[in-house]
């Protein structure tokens, strides 16, 4: 046996430094979704928008009318930061809030015109870079990557969606 600190094993399994960060998956996603964002800022910017402001509006845009709570989950956005997303797009006219008819407790976001103009201004520039980043990736590699990825969203996701 190795004692060495960079490849003994945990007793759960290899350390970090045996794996590698170019085989360790999350460093790798972590890596992908910098530059995929970094890939909008300019985008975004010219628009008023940040990434919390552009995911809000790319969630509303496919699944419409969330609680601020399902929102913030779905847009991978602390629910605090989302709050203040919201209610700098709500003042640009972009989203609107309301009181849920089923749960006076509860608020209800919802795109606007002007929002879903807004993001379908910012979404050939995502488009892009989606398209750029699977350049050379055969369709059925893609379909296995995404399947993968829903499956690793099923272990570790805390909600229902």
């Known amino acids: 046996m190795n004692d060495s600190p960079a490849i003994a094993e945990t007793q759960d399994g290899p350390r970090l430094g045996e794996i590698g960060l170019q085989q360790f998956a999350p460093y790798l996603m972590n890596r992908i979704m910098g530059r995929y964002n970094a890939s909008l800022r300019d985008d975004l910017a010219a628009l008023g ?8 509006l790319a969630v509303l845009s496919v699944v419409d009318g ?18 203040r ?5 709500e003042a640009d006219g972009l989203v609107r809030r309301s009181t849920d008819p089923a749960d006076s407790r509860s608020t209800r976001v919802s795109i606007t015109d002007s929002g879903r ?6 979404w050939p520039t995502m488009r892009n870079s989606y398209s750029r980043m699977f350049a050379g990736v055969a369709p059925d590699e893609h379909a296995a990557f995404v399947a993968t990825l829903q499956k690793i969203l099923a272990n570790v996701r805390m909600h229902e969606f």
């Open 49 to 56: 928008l940040t990434i919390p402001k552009m995911r809000a």
């Open 66 to 83: 969330l609680a601020i709570g399902q929102l913030a989950v779905y847009a991978v956005v602390e629910q605090s930061t989302m709050s």
């Open 85 to 89: 997303a919201l209610d700098a797009l």
């Open 117 to 122: 103009a807004a993001f379908e201004t910012l």
